[in-house]
């Protein structure tokens, strides 16, 4: 069974630091791997996947993300904190057998201080 | 194009009753899932529909059900609503599996 793991319900930055957030997973075959960012009263948005090849993935807002498979981590990283920032981040995984079911982990609360 | 729709937005409803939630996925999706999100539980996998077909599910109760209609159009349906049933419900689509699945804005079920 898969299962992922965020590390922190809550994360403060200060305005233009560095943010980054953890994220380990478990899974018995290749993963497909998903940051999504939630802003209050709204549905998930993704901010960038790893699927196969490169294993470092940018995605939208200046985010990015490395698949290490040694250490079954997928941590997202954002060089300067913006204001606008300020959201829910959810990474996922699911299988490459083809399964659309995506198992998420608990969320991480990001909190920009001006 | 026109992203994934839901609705209604909100819905409040009493122990007991049933409600039918709606989702209209991006114009040439052919899968849309369904989850459920709680304080408590998080984001948790409800069904997944593809041409018609339930091709895979949660851990869910039978009360949960869903379908999904030949323009892809889905439908969940929660019958005899319990307290806990009381959730964000999130339907995402995808062109097909396995590929990235985007998110609808949710419909906010209070059960009183």
């Known amino acids: 069974a898969q299962s992922v793991t965020q590390l922190g319900s809550h994360v403060s930055v200060s305005e233009g630091a560095l943010v980054l957030l953890r994220c380990n997973y478990s899974?018995?075959?290749?993963?497909?791997l998903f940051w999504y960012v939630q802003y209050p009263n709204q549905g998930l948005q993704l901010l960038l996947k790893?699927?196969?090849?490169?294993?470092l993935v940018k995605g939208i807002n200046g985010f990015e993300a490395e698949f290490k498979k040694s250490e079954t981590s997928f941590h997202l990283t954002k060089p300067s904190a913006h204001m606008s920032d300020a959201a829910e981040y959810f990474c996922?995984?699911?299988?490459?057998?083809?399964?659309?079911?995506?198992?998420f982990g608990k969320g991480t609360k990001l909190t920009v201080n001006p | 194009k026109a992203g994934v729709t839901q609705t209604p937005r909100y819905l409040i409803k009493t122990r007991g009753q049933q409600v039918t939630l709606s989702c209209s996925p991006i114009?040439?999706?052919?899968?849309v899932s369904w989850y459920q999100q709680t304080p408590g539980q998080g984001l948790q996998f409800l069904f997944e529909y593809f041409s018609e077909t339930q091709r895979n599910k949660g851990n869910f109760p039978g009360r949960f059900s869903g379908r999904q209609f030949s323009n892809s159009r889905s439908e969940m349906n929660v019958s005899t609503l319990e307290l806990g049933d009381s959730a964000l419900y999130l339907c995402?689509?995808?062109?097909?599996?396995?590929?990235?699945?985007?998110f609808g804005p949710g419909t906010r079920l209070t059960v009183l």
């Open positions: 790893y699927t196969t090849g490169a294993t």
């Open positions: 995402a689509s995808s062109l097909a599996a396995p590929d990235t699945q985007y």
């Open positions: 899974s018995s075959v290749p993963p497909y």
């Open positions: 114009s040439g999706h052919r899968s």
């Open positions: 996922a995984v699911s299988d490459q057998g083809g399964s659309e079911k995506l198992v």
